[in-house]
């Protein structure tokens, strides 16, 4: 399965942006879908994640109340609504699959089975 993100952009701080997470194959193989995003010069961070088996969803702290992550079954496809953003967003962000699912490990790499190709998220006046 080769996972693609889509949906980067440049926008202001305050504004919103829409991520989406398709598959070549189906993303219901894997229990657990997530958002990592890795700025320059530090380390990549777990975004957010949800879960194949039970639906709940996990946020990282510097996220929480602005991000939303969500499924759509039938287009096969996790979305990520990224509204009020700052310019400490700015990074590039990556779907990733794994096997965690209905747990929070999906935020953490050691969670990963997949990665897709990322996509650039600028927030900049």
């Known amino acids: 399965v080769q996972l693609q993100a889509s949906g980067g952009g440049v926008v202001q701080p305050g504004g919103s942006l829409r991520l989406s997470c398709s598959a070549s194959?189906?993303?219901?193989?894997?229990?657990?879908i997530s958002w990592f995003r890795q700025a320059p010069g530090k380390e990549r961070e777990g975004v957010s994640c949800?879960?194949?088996?039970?639906?709940?969803?996990y946020y990282g702290d510097s996220v929480k109340g602005r991000f939303t992550i969500s499924r759509h079954r039938v287009q096969d496809t996790v979305y990520l609504d990224m509204n009020n953003l700052k310019p400490e967003d700015t990074a590039v962000y990556y779907c990733?699959?794994?096997?965690?699912?209905?747990?929070?490990?999906?935020?953490?790499?050691?969670?990963?089975?997949?990665w897709g190709r990322g996509t650039q998220v600028t927030v900049s006046s």
């Open positions: 990733a699959a794994g096997g965690s699912g209905g747990s929070s490990n999906c935020l953490y790499d050691y969670a990963v089975d997949v």
């Open positions: 194959g189906s993303l219901w193989a894997y229990s657990a």
């Open positions: 949800i879960s194949s088996i039970d639906g709940k969803t």
